[in-house]
């Protein structure tokens, strides 16, 4: 289960990083 939840943390965090990422291209 940790894990997991960690796993799904990182993703979240890479998600995150990528959004900006393509905010700052607009």
Do not use: H, L, P
Not at 1 to 24: A, G, L
């Amino acid at each position: 289960m940790k894990r997991f939840v960690r796993t799904e943390i990182t993703t979240t965090c890479m998600i995150k990083k990528q959004s900006k990422v393509i905010d700052r291209d607009k």
